[in-house]
């Protein structure tokens, strides 16, 4: 085919989603509503749905947010827990795609290897892995990038020699099916919202469990059951509470996180008084007090207590120091204190991927993402016809995965008003040289942001080129700022232009 041939059949979908976590399925759920005329399909590398919720099976699994933010806008959180385990997450994905019939738009056991924009046909060809290792390709107008933010094939790798530890090692993103710990001792390596969450998971089973962390970490306690939702719901409609409740809490997330910017001082020491209430006045302080202040770091939550009750109670401990080396039966420490274990779990954080770890490629020529702008936190500087989701760090993974969805829904609609098939945030070398920078990975100071800065895509200090951590003030932007912005170019492929010609001249 010649460069400017024209296209005779259309790609097999309009829009390509790649990924059936919640950012998959909420655009699905999206585009049934918003987007209706716009053909669709959804790709999972895994066999089930649910992304994070179906891969991470350690004990106690849940989220780290309350289900009335991390819950999508349109579909209301029904269980009396805003705190959710992973069973009753999966079950609220798994309502939403029968009961909006997305299920037989995704096809499963489908790993996308790479895709390659040819703009003369205004499609991406995308190659798929099948679950035998066979390969086919599929094409689509538009591809929109629901595979979440880390490496689900590599976990962190913190570089630890285990060859002379003799007991078991687990590590959380790899579980084994029901390894029985009962009567062990167990050493959790890590301090973040895994170790946080299985310690108190595993507490009753095992002899003795260790939270081994080389700082602490902030941690809240809160219940996992919301009593101003529950109770709401019982006086008022279902979707009326659902909506209340969810504003309510995302004021709340987001006074709570600028507070402890602006007054770190005076959220230490509501913590601490936490801790006391949880503990009493003769916790171990050191154990829990961070060399950093409040949400430089994420919070880590603690529902109902139970980390702390399993302290309480004995069953629990935690551990601060290096580790100097694995022997035979346990870890020592550089302080020269030894913990017995009979298994590890080595919670020590997340890889992060850069688009899925996709091979992205436009006309041939790769991308590298890193040298692209964020534009309005969902699309990418000169990129065409590609959207994606990057959560908050700061709030629900979910609320910009709701804001972008609704964002795209409205640019499909005016490409197919316009009779366009290319769509495109413009940066011109000139405006890139206006921008100034901002480190968004440098006002958190986890571990995982730190290793993938190099990687991951460019923000600018103002809107559009950004990817904010304001949800509020995205949301107004986004819905208030047009479509068509001067930014977003939107044109004719030259192969469906022709073709177009082609099909007038024979009508005359």
Not at 88 to 102: C, G, M, P
Not at 211 to 230: C, E, G, H, I, Y
Not at 479 to 500: H, I, K, M, T, Y
Request: net charge negative; hydrophobic share 40%; aromatic share 10%.
């Amino acid at each position: 085919m010649s460069a400017h041939a024209p296209i005779t059949q259309k790609p097999d979908f309009d829009v390509l989603i790649v990924g059936a976590g919640i950012s998959g399925i909420g655009m699905a759920a999206h585009m049934k509503m918003k987007a209706p005329n716009h053909s669709f399909a959804i790709v999972e590398r895994r066999e089930n749905l649910g992304g994070t919720w179906d891969l991470f099976r350690y004990p106690g699994i849940r989220s780290d947010s309350d289900m009335h933010t991390l819950g999508f806008d349109f579909e209301p959180w029904r269980h009396e827990k805003s705190i959710a385990d992973a069973p009753a997450i999966l079950e609220y994905l798994n309502r939403i795609v029968d009961e909006r019939d997305i299920r037989r738009h995704i096809s499963f056991g489908q790993k996308v290897i790479s895709a390659d924009f040819r703009e003369n046909e205004a499609r991406w060809h995308v190659e798929i892995e099948n679950e035998d290792g066979s390969r086919h390709r599929v094409t689509a107008n538009f591809v929109y990038l629901g595979s979440g933010y880390y490496d689900y094939d590599e976990p962190h790798d913190a570089g630890f020699d285990l060859s002379a530890f003799e007991g078991d090692v687990w590590h959380p993103q790899f579980w084994p099916d029901n390894p029985d710990y009962t009567g062990k001792k167990i050493v959790v390596i890590g301090s973040g919202a895994t170790a946080v969450t299985i310690v108190p998971a595993m507490a009753e089973k095992a002899e003795r469990i260790t939270m081994l962390q080389r700082t602490p970490t902030w941690m809240v306690s809160r219940p996992a059951k919301d009593k101003f939702a529950n109770t709401l719901r019982k006086i008022l409609p279902e979707n009326l509470a659902y909506k209340i409740t969810r504003a309510r809490n995302i004021w709340m997330q987001d006074f709570t996180y600028k507070i402890a910017r602006n007054k770190p001082e005076k959220v230490k020491k509501n913590l601490t008084k936490g801790l006391e209430k949880a503990m009493g006045k003769d916790y171990d302080k050191d154990a829990f007090t961070p060399p950093y202040n409040p949400w430089e770091q994420r919070l880590c939550l603690v529902p109902d207590a139970d980390m702390f009750e399993a302290i309480n109670s004995g069953k629990a401990e935690i551990a601060t120091g290096h580790i100097e080396a694995f022997e035979a039966n346990g870890i020592r420490l550089k302080s020269g204190e030894f913990i017995e274990a009979d298994a590890i779990i080595t919670a020590t954080g997340l890889k992060l991927a850069v688009a899925g770890k996709i091979t992205f490629s436009v006309d041939g020529e790769l991308v590298d993402f890193s040298e692209r702008f964020y534009y309005k936190g969902c699309m990418y500087s000169n990129l065409p016809n590609l959207a994606v989701v990057f959560g908050y760090l700061n709030a629900s993974w979910t609320l910009r995965a709701d804001i972008n969805a609704d964002y795209i829904c409205r640019v499909l609609n005016m490409m197919r008003d316009r009779g366009c098939d290319i769509v495109k945030p413009v940066l011109t070398p000139e405006m890139e040289a206006d921008l100034e920078l901002e480190d968004i990975y440098g006002i958190f100071s986890s571990g995982y942001l730190q290793r993938a800065r190099l990687i991951n895509p460019k923000s600018s200090k103002s809107f559009p080129w950004w990817l904010n951590q304001e949800y509020v003030v995205d949301r107004k932007q986004m819905r208030e700022s047009p479509v068509d912005d001067g930014l977003l170019e939107f044109s004719q492929s030259s192969g469906n232009a022709a073709s177009e010609a082609e099909e007038l001249e024979a009508a005359e």
